[in-house]
Nanobody
Framework: LRFSCRRGGGLVQAGGSLRLTCAAS????????VGWFRQAPGKEREFVAV????????YYSDSVQGRFTISRDNTKNTVYLQMNSLKPDDTAVYYC????????????????????WGEGTLVTVSS
């Protein structure tokens, strides 16, 4: 599976919105759940959101719940992350990742459990 994840990142003012897009190829997309993760400078990679294979189930970290929306279009092998009400703390490189299965423990998805990763896109939120 290959992800192309370079669309949607950029610089935005606090309170603004961005939509990230990752397109997958090389596999049967519906065999995989897809998650978004992010890594800020000097910090570990952290879970943001995950969506199951059909798009019928989603889960978010507490820090983005109510502001971000993950979705997927299986006809286009594409997953999206709509980010609203952005804050400077949202500044990070955002990655999409896929896994055949995933588990949620202590309110998060472990990045080590994901099988395939996109190349990341930088989101910068200015105050």
């Amino acid at each position: 599976l290959r992800f192309s994840c370079r669309r949607g990142g950029g610089l935005v003012q606090a309170g603004g919105s961005l939509r990230l897009t990752c397109a997958a190829s090389g596999v049967t997309f519906t065999n995989y759940a897809v998650g978004w993760f992010r890594q800020a400078p000097g910090k570990e990679r952290e879970f943001v959101a995950v969506i199951n294979w059909s798009g019928g189930s989603t889960y978010y970290s507490d820090s983005v719940q109510g502001r971000f929306t993950i979705s997927r279009d299986n006809t286009k092998n594409t997953v999206y992350l709509q980010m609203n009400s952005l804050k400077p703390d949202d500044t990070a490189v955002y990655y999409c990742a896929a896994a055949a299965t995933f588990s949620i423990r202590s309110g998060t998805v472990d990045p080590a459990g994901m099988d395939y990763w996109g190349e990341g896109t930088l989101v910068t939120v200015s105050s």
